[in-house]
C-alpha cells in the first residue's frame, strides 16, 4: 500500500544532556547497525560459551558432592566418570555441529525437533530449553558466589545478597546490546582461561614429575568422618547423573546462529569447537588433579566450605597471588556464566512468539537491537528461583540437567529424521551420529530423572507440562483473535453520530474541556452525575442544566442533557458503567462514547493524588464494556494551566 513515509532517528531527538537511560543502556541503535553487532569468535565464546566453561566449576564438583558417604573412596572414580561425561560431550558436540549447519538461522533444538518431530516435540524442547536456561541463571551466578565465599568465608552469610546484585548487574550489561556485552565479558573469560588451564597444566606437570603422588602446596581438608555407605552402581549412577551438569551450555551456540558475523555458519561452528575443547580439557583436567592430590568435596552451604576449584588451586599453587587471581577469574566467569542464558533465553522467545506459541512482545528488539522483553523476564524469574533457594548451588542442580539433556535428545532425534528426509552424500554416516547421540542423551535423562527425582527434579517434571499448556493456551488465544477480528476487505460505511456520556463530580477546567470536545463529537452529549453529596469532592448538579443551556446558547451549540442518578449507597463507578450498559441496549444502531476527564500532573509522584475514580471507570469499561462502546480521555494538563479558558474562545459557564 502506497502512502507517505516519515524517517525518524534518534538525532532528530536533541537533549543538552545524556537521559539516565542512556547512561545505563547506550543510545539506541538503528536497525541498519544490526551487522555491526554481530560477533565472531573471541567475542563469541564469552557470549555463548560462559555456561559451558563455567559449568567445569560445578560438574565434577556435583559429582564428588554425590559421593560425600564413601568419604576418600569415592576420589578414584571421579576420573572414569568423567571420562564418560567428555565421551558424551564429544557426541553432543558433533551433532550440534550439524545443527548448525543444517539450521542456521537459529533456534536449536525447538526449531529442529518442530519441523521434524512436529508441533508436540517443538513446544517440549521449548519448555524445557526455557527451564534450562531460567535455572543456568542460577546455578551461574551462586557457583561464582560460592567461589568467592569459599575464598572469603565471612562472606558467607551473605551469599543471597550479592547474588542478586550481580543479578543486577548482569541484566543491566545484557540490556546494552549483544556486541558491547560481549566484549565487556572477553577480558575476564579469558583471564579464566589462562589461569584455569596454568593451574591445571602446572598441576599435572607436578603430577608426572613426581610419580602421580604430587606434595600439595596447601593439603586439601581431610574428610570429615568415615565412610558411611559402601561404593554401589546407584550411588555411581546419582554421581553421573549429577555430573552431567557439566554439558549444559552446550547448545547455546546452535540456539544463537544469527548473533555470529557472516558466513554465520562457520563462525558458530569454529566458536562451539573452541568452546567444547576448552570444556574437555578442563573436565579432564580438573579430574585427573582431583584424583592425584586425593581431594574430596566439601559439603554446601557448611561454614567449612570450599570448592573443588578451590581445593585444586590451592593444592597447585598455594594460597598466593596466583590462588587468588584464579579464584577471582573463577568468580567473576561463573557470575557471568549466566550471560549465555541472558543471550540466548531472549532468542529462543522470539522464535517461540513467532510462531504464536509466546506473547508477542518478545519478538520485539530493543533499543539496543536486543530483545528487551525476554532479557527482562529472566532476570525477574531467575531472581525469584535465586530467593528461594537461598543461592546455593547445590539445592538448584537437581533442576537444571534435565532441561538441558531433553533438549539435547529431541534435537539429535531431530537431526535423525532431518537426514532422513533430506539424505545426501553422507547422510548415513550423519544420521548415526545423531542416533548415537540422541539414545546417549535420552538414556542420561532417565538417568537423571530416576536419580534426582526425589532431590528436586519432580519440579522439572511437574513445570514442563504447565509451560507447554501456557504455551498451547497462547496459540489459541491468537488463533481466536484472528478469526474474530480477520479483515477479507476494507470497508468504510457512514456511522451515525455517538452518543456521548460525560461523568462528571463537580464542574472544573477539566470537566469543561472534556464537555467542549464531547460537543465537537455529536450533538447528543448527556453530562452524567452521581448524586452522593456527602462524598468529598462531589457538589450538587441541581443548577446545571441552566447554566448548560445558557452556554449552550451563547455558542449556538445544542445543548447538552444533565442526567443525575441517585446512589444512596455511595458507589460511584458502577452507576456510570451501568447506565453506559443500558444506554447502549437502548440504542442498538449508536455508539456510545463516554468521554472521561483527567487531570495530568507535573510530576509521576502527585499521580497517586487524582484520578483514582477515573482510572477505575477506564479499566471497569475495558474489562466489562462491549463493541459499541468507545472510552476518549480528555487530558487536562496542570503544568501548562496559565489561567486562559480551557479551551480558547470557549464561552465558561
Avoid at 543456568?136 to 557457583?143: A, L, M, N, P, Q
Avoid at 549429577?242 to 551456540?253: I, M
Avoid at 456511522?495 to 462528571?504: M, W
Avoid at 471507570?617 to 479558558?645: A, F, Q, S, T
Wanted: proline share 5%; with cysteine.
Amino acid at each position: 500500500m502506497a502512502g507517505n513515509r516519515v524517517h525518524y532517528s534518534a538525532g532528530d531527538r536533541i537533549s543538552p544532556r545524556m537521559s539516565l537511560t542512556d547512561r545505563l543502556l547506550g543510545k539506541p541503535l538503528a536497525s541498519d547497525q544490526d551487522e555491526e553487532q554481530r560477533l565472531g569468535v573471541a567475542a563469541g565464546v564469552p557470549t555463548f560459551g560462559l555456561d559451558a566453561l563455567g559449568s567445569a566449576a560445578y560438574g565434577p564438583e556435583a559429582a564428588l558432592t554425590i559421593l560425600l558417604p564413601v568419604a576418600a573412596a569415592g576420589v578414584a572414580y571421579i576420573l572414569p566418570l568423567s571420562l564418560t561425561i567428555i565421551v558424551l560431550l564429544l557426541i553432543v558436540f558433533f551433532s550440534y555441529r550439524q545443527t548448525i549447519e543444517a539450521y542456521p538461522k537459529g533456534g536449536g533444538s525447538y526449531t529442529v525437533a518442530s519441523e521434524n518431530l512436529g508441533k508436540g516435540a517443538g513446544l517440549l524442547a521449548a519448555a524445557a530449553l526455557m527451564l534450562d536456561y531460567l535455572l543456568d541463571v542460577g546455578v551461574g551466578i551462586s557457583t561464582g558466589v560460592g567461589a568467592l565465599v569459599s575464598a572469603v568465608p565471612r562472606l558467607a552469610p551473605h551469599t543471597l545478597a550479592i547474588c542478586l546484585v550481580i543479578l543486577v548487574l548482569i541484566t543491566l550489561a545484557s540490556l546494552r546490546g549483544m556486541r558491547e556485552s560481549g566484549w565487556l565479558y572477553t577480558a575476564p573469560t579469558y583471564l579464566f582461561i589462562v589461569c584455569l588451564l596454568g593451574v591445571l597444566g602446572w598441576g599435572t606437570v607436578l603430577a608426572w614429575t613426581h610419580g602421580g603422588h604430587p606434595q600439595p602446596v596447601v593439603a586439601p581438608p581431610a574428610p570429615s568422618g568415615h565412610a558411611v555407605a559402601a561404593i554401589s552402581a546407584w550411588l555411581l549412577i546419582r554421581a553421573f547423573a549429577s555430573g552431567c551438569t557439566a554439558l549444559t551450555g552446550v547448545e547455546a551456540v546452535s540456539n544463537g546462529v544469527t548473533a555470529f558475523r557472516q558466513p554465520a555458519t562457520r563462525t558458530a561452528q569454529r566458536t562451539l569447537t573452541v568452546i567444547v575443547v576448552l570444556l574437555a580439557l578442563f573436565l579432564a583436567g580438573i579430574a585427573h588433579l582431583t584424583k592425584v592430590y586425593g581431594i574430596v568435596a566439601t559439603d554446601p552451604g557448611a561454614k567449612n566450605y570450599q570448592s573443588l576449584l578451590s581445593m585444586i588451586t590451592a593444592a597447585v599453587a598455594g594460597r598466593g597471588v596466583v590462588y587468588y587471581t584464579t579464584i577471582a577469574s573463577i568468580l567473576v566467569v561463573l557470575s557471568l556464566s549466566a550471560n549465555t542464558a541472558f543471550a540466548d533465553f531472549p532468542r529462543l522467545c522470539r522464535t517461540i512468539a513467532e510462531d504464536g506459541f509466546l506473547p508477542r512482545f518478545f519478538a520485539i528488539r530493543g533499543r539496543r537491537l536486543v530483545y528487551t522483553d525476554g532479557i527482562l523476564v529472566l532476570a525477574v524469574l531467575s531472581g525469584l528461583i535465586l530467593i528461594a533457594f537461598g543461592g546455593i548451588t547445590d539445592r538448584l542442580i537437581p533442576l537444571f540437567a534435565i532441561g538441558a539433556f531433553l533438549a539435547f535428545t529431541l534435537s539429535q532425534a531431530g537431526m535423525v529424521q532431518h537426514w532422513r528426509r533430506v539424505g545426501g552424500k553422507r547422510s548415513g554416516l550423519y544420521m548415526a551420529i545423531n542416533f548415537i547421540g540422541a539414545l546417549a542423551t535420552g538414556t542420561t535423562v532417565v538417568v537423571v530423572l530416576v536419580a534426582k527425582f526425589m532431590d528436586g527434579a519432580w519440579i522439572t517434571v511437574l513445570m514442563v507440562p504447565v509451560l507447554i499448556v501456557m504455551m498451547r493456551a497462547v496459540e489459541k488465544h491468537y488463533a481466536r483473535v484472528k478469526r474474530e477480528t480477520e479483515v477479507k476487505q476494507v470497508e468504510i460505511t457512514a456511522l451515525k453520530p455517538p452518543i456521548a456520556v460525560l461523568p462528571v463530580a463537580r464542574w472544573d477546567q477539566a470537566s469543561e474541556a472534556a464537555l467542549q470536545f464531547a460537543c465537537s463529537l455529536t450533538t447528543e452529549v448527556q453530562v452524567l452525575h452521581i448524586d452522593c453529596p456527602d462524598e468529598a469532592g462531589e457538589e450538587p448538579c441541581y443548577d446545571w442544566q441552566g447554566q448548560i443551556a445558557k452556554a449552550a446558547a451563547r455558542s449556538e451549540v445544542h445543548a447538552p442533557k444533565v442526567v443525575a442518578i441517585a446512589s444512596p449507597y455511595r458507589f460511584i463507578t458502577s452507576p456510570i458503567l451501568d447506565y453506559v450498559l443500558k444506554l447502549r441496549e437502548e440504542s442498538p444502531d449508536r455508539t456510545v462514547a463516554v468521554v472521561i476527564p483527567e487531570l495530568v500532573t507535573a510530576h509521576w509522584y502527585q499521580f497517586m493524588l487524582h484520578n483514582h475514580r477515573s482510572t477505575a471507570l477506564k479499566g471497569l469499561l475495558l474489562l466489562k464494556g462491549k463493541r459499541r462502546i468507545v472510552v476518549i480521555n480528555v487530558p487536562w494538563y496542570l503544568d501548562e494551566n496559565d489561567g486562559e479558558p480551557a479551551v480558547p474562545n470557549a464561552a465558561p459557564f
